[in-house]
């Protein structure tokens, strides 16, 4: 007689297998179930200590006060400003300190100061304010551009980076701070 043919075809040994899949799969999920629920209380911990990683860093793209109209009074010709502003990582907050240098361009008839960054959009080096020609000039590659911002000579790809000016209270300027990718002809933010 062939057992092997006969063990197989036996119900109660079929039965018995089943059983022993189905308590397999009940024990798998069980286990699953468990590990959910042992892991429940940790969550919010886990999303505390993550959260920093998920604020957006405030480097740029904020309103920063930079000085008075009264400071800038009795001028007509542009003046260099430090951007203050406290910066923020993951995980730190960092007390107020420059992170950048603006011109205020002032225009006259009560209107607000045009602002522009100091950075060339070139490669990045810092333009300086020349009274005597009454443009920015760049030291690096020698690009120049009009207090207008427009780029007059040399190989910049765009012109001065101009940025949003807001008058608040009675005389206070601030500016909306951002950053802008260099070497490129359209202005690209970089984000904060
Ligand atoms: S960085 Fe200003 S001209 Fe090159």
């Not at 006969?6 to 286990?31: E, F, H, Q, V």
């Not at 045009?114 to 590659?141: I, K, M, W």
């Not at 009675?170 to 933010?189: A, L, T």
Request: proline share 8%; net charge positive; hydrophobic share 35%.
């Amino acid at each position: 007689m062939d057992t092997s043919t006969a063990s197989n075809s036996d119900p109660a040994s079929t039965d018995c297998c089943g059983t022993r899949r189905r308590g397999l799969i009940k024990g798998l999920l069980a286990a699953a179930i468990g590990g959910l629920v042992a892991l429940f209380p940790f969550v919010p911990g886990l999303l505390v200590l993550t959260s920093p990683l998920r604020k957006k860093r405030t480097i740029g793209g904020q309103m920063i006060r930079i000085t008075t109209l009264g400071a800038l009074a009795g001028s007509d010709r542009p003046r260099r400003f430090q951007v203050i502003a406290a910066r923020r990582d993951a995980w730190n907050k960092f007390p107020p300190e420059p992170i950048a240098g603006v011109y205020l361009a002032p225009q006259g008839d009560g209107k607000p100061p045009r602002a522009f960054s100091v950075t060339c959009p070139h490669l990045g080096c810092a333009v300086d304010y020349n009274g005597d020609t009454d443009e920015y000039q760049c030291p690096c590659h020698t690009s120049a551009f009009a207090t207008s911002g427009k780029t007059l000579y040399g190989p910049s790809p765009r012109g001065l980076d101009e940025l949003a000016v807001e008058i608040r209270g009675e005389d206070e300027v601030w500016i909306d701070y951002k950053r802008f990718e260099v070497g490129k002809s359209k202005q690209i933010e970089i984000p904060s």
